[in-house]
């Protein structure tokens, strides 16, 4: 009888643990989604040999109604330097099995790069998740198909294996090429980067400690960079690599600039909307404001550095219109006050800082006295308590006319019953 | 009426009602100021949020710092009155006797002296907080005003006395605050709770405590005296158009002061032409119609290497196409 009822609980439990296993087993990574979507063996490679047998001819074309023209030549040399390397073309383009192809009367290419759009999610599902509220994905939801998907920013035939920094994040030797990439849209904003101090050090000197793009902007989330969320939140951005001693120790730069902004008031007002407002959009500046957003230069570029009091000067008028030759100095320009920089500000500090502890400290030396003196009279009174009663008020009846002013003895005496 | 329970009439209810003006004023400009002044800390933010956000806070504190200085000016008034149409003895100002009288207190406290110094009308320790009181409101409403007009300030002065103004300002803030309260808070409510500034009214003992000397020139009768009346009035015919003169040139100020500029409260916005993105879409930017004999323009071989790079030199006018269709309506066309 028992043993029959055991088994009905043993099958679902087993199917829960199954479940919670293979679930473990890609939460902790040993089933890679893009790897179990590779069908075939890496050491033999896809059998493309038909597909290529057209289409690694040159000069391959598809012409659409819209006349705009599709080159469709896949050239194995670059198809086998890239990430997908390993993949059959039937993989993606899963209609086609055969020749002739199947007939595609899509008007326009975007069209028929749209047929491809969900495609990647099948290997990539984490990307996937990930750009669904970018600023990209929602502009398609709004409509504009232009809007940049998958293949518009990594082409599927020829894009290499992204290298990767320890954090996972694209390594710097990526930076140049990720730059490339959105410029192909954002041009004017990349002609900008290209000039900044930033740009110069990913595409002149190689430099790794430099962001590229994603690394303000995330790689696949890209937020809006017009929101409240975003502008409020950004010192703390620009804080994660120029309060890093490791990285600016390296080029002489101060870590302080985050904590001085803060302690102004700009980044005293910036900081508290964003704990308490995020979304209320604040026109005090941000780090961009005053040092670009994309064409960032060095503080001491003899053009544009804001070093220059003149500079410093125009930009402080972008607010404040109003503003004179002596006005910029009014900012601390991220300096802690010492004797050399910005004295003045360090010497009120510092007369403060002896005239506090002085000016408190003799007033409660002096309120510590009179407190000694208040103890010292209750205790002196205790224990001859009924013997001074009656000592002082014989005095004052017998002694003191109503309108004749109290003698100092007898005060004396009132002060020490108290 | 026995000596001892006779009660000495010490502050009018104007003088009073001034006080509490300054109570509140103060309080409020010492509250909200340091909590712009340690801004990082829980406790301030948690009060700034009470208040209605970082900018309420600042809106408060400038209204109870307009108020703080009318107060000033009311008692710059009445003080003047006092001293030249009243000519009443000036009180308050400071003298050798008040540092013999503290030295005389901190004897007697400490068991050096059998008896208290017998202190005037205004004693010494009443002495410190009125000068403490009259240095902070110089300073503040200096320094307050090269806070509120920054621009203004640096057309005239280097652009380092603003930075400095906020120090001094908030130093001289958490000077101000601690010494009411260990000064004036331990003199008049812990040591013993004085009334005066409620009721009006100080006890015979209160008087022979702390203004003997004062409780002196009553029984004298030469407390409070002021001038004949007839003196009063011809010179009060003198000092009320002064009074008004006066009293319309500091509410000038303080209307000009609060009124100054513009653009340390309210900034301009960043213009947002100047950093919008620049987008260059390399693919449907179609510029004209083509016409059917431009099938012939065409360009062959557009794909040196660029895999799947279009060749947009040609295509149809399909940019209403694009904009329009709804994504759903394209799908099931495609």
């Known amino acids: 009888m028992s043993k029959p009822r055991n088994n009905y609980w043993l099958a679902p439990v087993l199917v829960i643990a199954g479940v919670v296993l293979v679930g473990m087993a890609f939460l902790l990574g040993f089933v890679n989604p893009v790897e179990a979507a590779i069908q075939l063996p890496p050491e033999q490679g896809p059998d493309n040999t038909d597909c290529l047998s057209c289409h690694q001819n040159p000069d391959q074309t598809m012409l659409f109604p819209s006349r705009e023209e599709l080159s469709i030549t896949i050239l194995p040399a670059i198809y086998g330097g890239s990430a997908h390397k390993n993949l059959a073309c039937q993989s993606c383009h899963t209609d086609i099995s055969g020749y002739p192809h199947p007939e595609n009367n899509v008007e326009l290419y975007r069209y028929y790069a749209l047929q491809y759009q969900d495609t990647c999610k099948n290997c990539h599902p984490n990307q996937y998740v990930e750009i669904q509220d970018s600023v990209h994905s929602n502009l398609f939801e709004q409509g504009n198909l232009n809007a940049p998907i998958c293949s518009d920013c990594h082409d599927p035939h020829s894009q290499p294996v992204t290298a990767k920094d320890a954090e996972g994040k694209p390594a710097y030797t990526e930076h ?38 994603t690394d303000c902007h995330g790689v696949h989330t890209i937020v809006d960079p017009t929101t409240a969320q975003f502008r409020l939140s950004s010192p703390n951005m620009c804080g994660d690599c120029h309060t890093d001693e490791t990285i600016m120790g390296k080029y002489g730069l101060s870590t302080d600039v985050l904590s001085t902004y803060v302690a102004d008031f700009h980044g005293t007002t910036v900081t508290l909307f964003q704990k308490q407002e995020p979304d209320q959009m604040v026109n005090m500046p941000v780090c961009y404001d005053c040092h670009g957003i994309h064409d960032i230069r060095r503080s001491d570029d003899p ?29 601390l320009s991220h300096y802690i006050p010492s004797k050399e920089k910005y004295p003045l500000v360090y010497y009120v500090e510092l007369v403060y800082k002896i005239l506090i502890p002085t000016v408190l400290g003799a007033m409660v030396l002096y309120v510590l006295t009179d407190i000694y003196r208040k103890v010292m009279n209750r205790r002196k009174v205790k224990p001859a308590l009924v013997a001074e009663v009656v000592q002082q008020s014989q005095p004052q009846e017998a002694q003191v006319p109503p309108d004749v002013p109290e003698t100092p003895e007898t005060t004396e005496e009132k002060a020490k019953e108290e | 009426m026995a000596h001892a329970e006779k009660q000495y009439h010490r502050f009018s209810v104007a003088q009073r009602i001034e006080h509490l003006v300054l109570i509140l004023s103060f309080s409020t400009l010492g509250l909200t100021g340091l909590i712009q002044k340690y801004a990082q800390s829980g406790i301030s933010q948690a009060l700034i949020q009470f208040l209605g956000g970082i900018e309420s806070t600042r809106i408060i504190h400038r209204v109870a710092a307009v108020i703080f ?104 803030a958490v000077l101000a605050v601690l010494a009411i309260l260990i000064w004036h ?24 405590e702390e203004h003997a000397g004062e409780l002196d020139e009553i029984e004298r009768g030469e407390a409070g005296r002021i001038a004949p009346l007839a003196d009063i009035r011809k010179r009060r015919n003198i000092f ?51 016409s059917s004999e431009s099938n012939g323009n065409v360009q062959p071989g557009f794909h040196d290497g660029d895999i799947g790079k279009v060749n947009p030199g040609n295509f149809r006018d399909d940019l209403s196409l694009l904009a329009i269709a709804p994504l759903g309506e394209l799908m099931t066309r495609v």
């Not at chain 2, 003199?187 to 500034?197: A, E, L, T, Y």
């Not at chain 2, 009124?259 to 510029?287: C, G, K, N, Q, R």
């Open chain 2, 69 to 172: 200085v009318l107060g000033a000016v009311y008692h710059f008034i009445v003080v003047g009155y006092k001293l030249f149409v009243e000519r009443r003895k000036a009180t308050m100002l400071p003298g050798i006797k008040d540092v013999k009288d503290g030295i005389g207190m901190i004897g007697y406290n400490v068991g050096l002296r059998k008896d208290r110094p017998r202190m005037g009308r205004y004693n010494f320790t009443e002495k410190v907080e009125y000068w403490a009181m009259m240095w902070g409101l110089v300073l503040m409403g200096l320094t307050g005003f090269m806070l509120w007009n920054p621009i203004a300030t640096t057309n005239i002065l280097p652009g380092q006395f603003i930075p400095a103004a906020k120090v001094a300002h908030g130093m001289e």
């Open chain 1, 176 to 213: 140049a090429a990720i730059a490339n990439t959105c410029g192909d849209c954002h041009s004017g904003i990349y002609n900008q980067y290209r000039q900044s101090v930033h740009g110069e050090g990913v595409f002149v000197n190689k430099n790794p400690d430099v962001p590229s793009c």
């Open chain 2, 185 to 208: 808070f331990y003199n008049v409510h812990i040591k013993k709770w004085n009334w005066s500034m409620i009721k009006g009214k100080l006890s015979h003992e209160e008087m022979e």
């Open chain 1, 303 to 331: 053009e544009y550095g804001l070093q220059i009091q003149d500079n410093l000067l125009v930009t402080c008028q972008k607010c404040h219109p109003d503003a004179t030759a002596n006005f910029p100095a009014s900012w």
């Open chain 2, 240 to 290: 009320i158009p002064l009074a008004v003169v006066f009293a319309l040139v500091c509410l000038f100020a303080i209307y000009q002061f609060v009124t100054y500029e513009e653009t340390a409260l309210t900034t301009i916005a960043p213009s947002a032409s100047e950093d919008a993105p620049v987008f260059s879409v390399p693919t449907a930017v179609p510029e004209a119609l083509p």
